[in-house]
Protein backbone atom coordinates (compact mmCIF):
# COMPACT_ATOMS: atom_id res chain seq x y z
CA UNK A 1 0.00 0.00 0.00
CA UNK A 2 2.92 2.42 0.95
CA UNK A 3 4.39 1.80 -2.27
CA UNK A 4 1.78 2.92 -4.47
CA UNK A 5 -0.69 4.94 -2.41
CA UNK A 6 -4.37 4.88 -3.88
CA UNK A 7 -5.32 8.64 -4.95
CA UNK A 8 -8.79 8.94 -3.78
CA UNK A 9 -10.74 12.35 -4.54
CA UNK A 10 -13.56 13.39 -2.10
CA UNK A 11 -16.04 15.31 -3.89
CA UNK A 12 -18.38 17.23 -1.03
CA UNK A 13 -21.80 18.04 -3.20
CA UNK A 14 -23.29 21.02 -1.07
CA UNK A 15 -22.67 24.40 -1.03
CA UNK A 16 -24.70 24.64 2.35
CA UNK A 17 -22.58 26.24 4.48
CA UNK A 18 -22.94 23.84 7.94
CA UNK A 19 -23.45 20.61 5.41
CA UNK A 20 -23.30 17.38 6.66
CA UNK A 21 -22.28 15.91 3.50
CA UNK A 22 -18.72 18.29 3.78
CA UNK A 23 -18.70 16.73 7.58
CA UNK A 24 -19.23 13.07 6.13
CA UNK A 25 -16.80 13.84 3.33
CA UNK A 26 -14.05 15.17 5.57
CA UNK A 27 -14.49 12.01 7.85
CA UNK A 28 -14.18 9.76 5.10
CA UNK A 29 -10.93 11.44 3.81
CA UNK A 30 -9.51 11.16 7.05
CA UNK A 31 -10.43 7.98 7.76
CA UNK A 32 -8.84 7.19 3.92
CA UNK A 33 -6.12 8.88 4.94
CA UNK A 34 -5.87 7.06 7.99
CA UNK A 35 -5.40 3.78 5.76
CA UNK A 36 -2.53 4.97 3.80
CA UNK A 37 -4.97 6.13 0.78
CA UNK A 38 -3.85 10.06 -0.83
CA UNK A 39 -6.64 11.66 -0.77
CA UNK A 40 -7.35 14.86 -2.13
CA UNK A 41 -10.69 16.87 -1.27
CA UNK A 42 -13.17 18.90 -3.84
CA UNK A 43 -15.51 20.98 -1.89
CA UNK A 44 -17.53 22.30 -4.30
CA UNK A 45 -19.00 25.17 -1.61
CA UNK A 46 -15.59 26.70 -1.74
CA UNK A 47 -14.40 25.85 -5.61
CA UNK A 48 -17.33 24.92 -8.08
CA UNK A 49 -16.53 25.18 -11.75
CA UNK A 50 -19.20 27.38 -13.80
CA UNK A 51 -22.32 25.72 -14.79
CA UNK A 52 -21.26 23.57 -17.56
CA UNK A 53 -21.19 24.98 -21.03
CA UNK A 54 -19.79 22.30 -23.75
CA UNK A 55 -19.11 25.48 -26.25
CA UNK A 56 -16.65 27.37 -23.38
CA UNK A 57 -15.76 24.66 -20.39
CA UNK A 58 -12.12 23.62 -21.30
CA UNK A 59 -11.18 27.26 -21.67
CA UNK A 60 -13.01 28.36 -18.26
CA UNK A 61 -10.46 29.39 -15.64
CA UNK A 62 -9.52 26.19 -13.56
CA UNK A 63 -10.79 24.11 -16.13
CA UNK A 64 -6.95 22.54 -16.43
CA UNK A 65 -6.31 22.18 -12.91
CA UNK A 66 -9.53 20.71 -11.65
CA UNK A 67 -8.93 18.01 -14.75
CA UNK A 68 -5.85 17.26 -13.44
CA UNK A 69 -6.99 16.29 -9.72
CA UNK A 70 -9.40 14.11 -11.59
CA UNK A 71 -7.05 12.86 -13.34
CA UNK A 72 -5.32 11.74 -10.58
CA UNK A 73 -8.03 10.23 -8.92
CA UNK A 74 -8.24 5.97 -9.04
CA UNK A 75 -11.58 6.67 -7.21
CA UNK A 76 -13.93 9.19 -6.63
CA UNK A 77 -15.99 9.21 -3.64
CA UNK A 78 -18.77 11.40 -4.53
CA UNK A 79 -21.14 13.15 -1.53
CA UNK A 80 -24.02 14.67 -2.33
CA UNK A 81 -27.18 15.79 -0.43
CA UNK A 82 -30.57 14.25 -1.57
CA UNK A 83 -32.22 16.77 -3.65
CA UNK A 84 -35.92 15.89 -4.75
CA UNK A 85 -34.74 11.99 -5.14
CA UNK A 86 -31.38 12.63 -7.41
CA UNK A 87 -27.98 14.62 -7.08
CA UNK A 88 -27.07 17.92 -6.32
CA UNK A 89 -27.06 20.48 -9.08
CA UNK A 90 -23.50 21.63 -7.47
CA UNK A 91 -22.41 17.75 -8.19
CA UNK A 92 -24.03 17.16 -11.29
CA UNK A 93 -22.29 20.24 -12.83
CA UNK A 94 -19.23 18.93 -11.57
CA UNK A 95 -19.81 15.56 -13.13
CA UNK A 96 -20.99 16.86 -16.73
CA UNK A 97 -17.34 18.32 -17.43
CA UNK A 98 -16.07 14.92 -17.35
CA UNK A 99 -16.18 11.28 -18.79
CA UNK A 100 -12.89 10.12 -20.13
CA UNK A 101 -11.25 10.33 -16.76
CA UNK A 102 -13.95 8.63 -14.70
CA UNK A 103 -13.84 5.54 -17.03
CA UNK A 104 -12.35 2.53 -15.39
CA UNK A 105 -11.83 4.30 -11.97
CA UNK A 106 -14.51 3.45 -8.76
CA UNK A 107 -17.44 5.29 -7.82
CA UNK A 108 -18.90 5.86 -4.37
CA UNK A 109 -21.74 7.00 -3.65
CA UNK A 110 -22.43 8.86 0.10
CA UNK A 111 -25.47 10.74 0.17
CA UNK A 112 -27.20 12.48 3.08
CA UNK A 113 -30.94 11.65 2.86
CA UNK A 114 -34.34 11.13 4.87
CA UNK A 115 -34.93 8.30 2.92
CA UNK A 116 -32.04 6.50 2.44
CA UNK A 117 -30.88 8.28 -0.86
CA UNK A 118 -31.73 5.10 -3.05
CA UNK A 119 -32.56 7.22 -6.04
CA UNK A 120 -29.94 9.15 -5.47
CA UNK A 121 -27.79 6.05 -5.68
CA UNK A 122 -29.22 4.89 -9.09
CA UNK A 123 -28.60 8.07 -10.67
CA UNK A 124 -24.77 7.78 -9.90
CA UNK A 125 -24.96 4.33 -10.96
CA UNK A 126 -26.20 5.29 -14.27
CA UNK A 127 -24.35 7.84 -14.35
CA UNK A 128 -21.15 5.68 -14.04
CA UNK A 129 -22.03 3.13 -16.75
CA UNK A 130 -22.92 6.25 -18.76
CA UNK A 131 -18.82 6.82 -18.48
CA UNK A 132 -17.51 3.43 -18.14
CA UNK A 133 -16.90 4.01 -14.67
CA UNK A 134 -17.15 0.96 -11.84
CA UNK A 135 -19.14 1.62 -8.36
CA UNK A 136 -19.44 -0.35 -5.16
CA UNK A 137 -22.03 -2.68 -5.09
CA UNK A 138 -23.53 -0.25 -2.44
CA UNK A 139 -23.63 3.30 -1.48
CA UNK A 140 -23.71 4.61 1.91
CA UNK A 141 -26.77 7.38 3.14
CA UNK A 142 -26.92 9.04 6.28
CA UNK A 143 -30.01 10.92 7.98
CA UNK A 144 -29.32 14.25 8.51
CA UNK A 145 -29.25 14.58 12.85
CA UNK A 146 -30.06 11.24 13.62
CA UNK A 147 -26.47 10.20 12.08
CA UNK A 148 -24.76 13.30 11.68
CA UNK A 149 -25.56 15.97 13.79
CA UNK A 150 -23.73 19.61 14.52
CA UNK A 151 -20.94 18.36 12.22
CA UNK A 152 -20.22 14.76 14.00
CA UNK A 153 -21.47 11.20 13.71
CA UNK A 154 -23.19 10.16 16.08
CA UNK A 155 -24.35 6.58 15.14
CA UNK A 156 -22.32 3.99 15.36
CA UNK A 157 -24.46 2.34 12.03
CA UNK A 158 -23.37 4.82 10.12
CA UNK A 159 -19.78 4.67 11.62
CA UNK A 160 -19.23 0.94 10.90
CA UNK A 161 -21.10 1.34 7.63
CA UNK A 162 -17.96 4.01 6.53
CA UNK A 163 -15.58 2.02 8.03
CA UNK A 164 -16.51 -1.23 5.63
CA UNK A 165 -17.01 1.47 2.81
CA UNK A 166 -14.02 2.82 3.58
CA UNK A 167 -12.26 -0.87 3.39
CA UNK A 168 -13.87 -1.14 0.48
CA UNK A 169 -12.62 2.14 -1.48
CA UNK A 170 -9.45 0.94 -0.45
CA UNK A 171 -9.43 -2.65 -1.52
CA UNK A 172 -11.20 -2.45 -4.63
CA UNK A 173 -10.66 0.94 -5.41
CA UNK A 174 -6.71 -0.63 -6.14
CA UNK A 175 -7.70 -3.89 -8.06
CA UNK A 176 -9.65 -1.45 -10.46
CA UNK A 177 -6.55 0.83 -10.45
CA UNK A 178 -4.59 -1.55 -11.08
CA UNK A 179 -6.26 -3.54 -14.34
CA UNK A 180 -7.11 0.08 -15.46
CA UNK A 181 -3.46 0.87 -15.88
CA UNK A 182 -2.71 -2.51 -17.52
CA UNK A 183 -5.04 -1.91 -19.62
CA UNK A 184 -4.05 1.08 -20.71
CA UNK A 185 -0.82 0.52 -21.19
CA UNK A 186 -1.64 -2.88 -23.38
CA UNK A 187 -2.81 -3.94 -25.98
CA UNK A 188 -5.72 -6.37 -25.29
CA UNK A 189 -9.51 -5.07 -26.21
CA UNK A 190 -11.43 -4.53 -23.26
CA UNK A 191 -13.32 -1.30 -22.92
CA UNK A 192 -10.01 0.85 -21.84
CA UNK A 193 -8.60 0.28 -24.94
CA UNK A 194 -10.32 3.32 -26.74
CA UNK A 195 -8.44 5.77 -24.25
CA UNK A 196 -5.14 5.10 -24.82
CA UNK A 197 -2.99 7.94 -25.78
C1 LIG B 1 -34.20 21.59 -2.51
C2 LIG B 1 -34.12 20.46 -1.53
C3 LIG B 1 -34.69 19.24 -1.85
C4 LIG B 1 -34.62 18.18 -0.96
N1 LIG B 1 -35.17 17.00 -1.31
C5 LIG B 1 -35.07 15.95 -0.46
C6 LIG B 1 -35.61 14.70 -0.83
O1 LIG B 1 -36.22 14.53 -1.89
N2 LIG B 1 -35.45 13.67 0.03
C7 LIG B 1 -34.80 13.81 1.22
O2 LIG B 1 -34.67 12.84 1.95
N3 LIG B 1 -34.27 15.00 1.59
C8 LIG B 1 -34.39 16.06 0.79
N4 LIG B 1 -33.86 17.27 1.16
C9 LIG B 1 -33.17 17.38 2.43
C10 LIG B 1 -31.64 17.32 2.29
O3 LIG B 1 -31.23 16.17 1.60
C11 LIG B 1 -31.00 17.37 3.65
O4 LIG B 1 -31.35 18.61 4.25
C12 LIG B 1 -29.49 17.23 3.66
O5 LIG B 1 -29.02 17.24 4.97
C13 LIG B 1 -28.79 18.35 2.96
O6 LIG B 1 -27.40 18.06 2.92
P1 LIG B 1 -26.31 19.10 3.39
O7 LIG B 1 -26.51 19.29 4.88
O8 LIG B 1 -25.01 18.45 3.08
O9 LIG B 1 -26.52 20.35 2.62
C14 LIG B 1 -33.96 18.35 0.30
C15 LIG B 1 -33.41 19.59 0.61
C16 LIG B 1 -33.49 20.64 -0.27
C17 LIG B 1 -32.88 21.96 0.09
Not at 55 to 84: I, K, M, N, S
Not at 171 to 177: D, F, K, N, P, S
Request: proline residues 5%; charged residues 25%.
Amino acid sequence: MSENPLNVLAVAGSLHEKSLTRAVIHHVAARLQGEGCRVDILDLGRESPALYNPDTACDAPGFDALQRRVEAADALVLGTPDYHGGVSGALKNFLDHFWREFAGKLLVPVVASHEKGLTVMDQIRTLARQCYAWTLPYGVSFEPNADVKDGRIVSDTLDRRLEMMVRDVRVYGALLARQRRADLAGNDPGFLARLRK
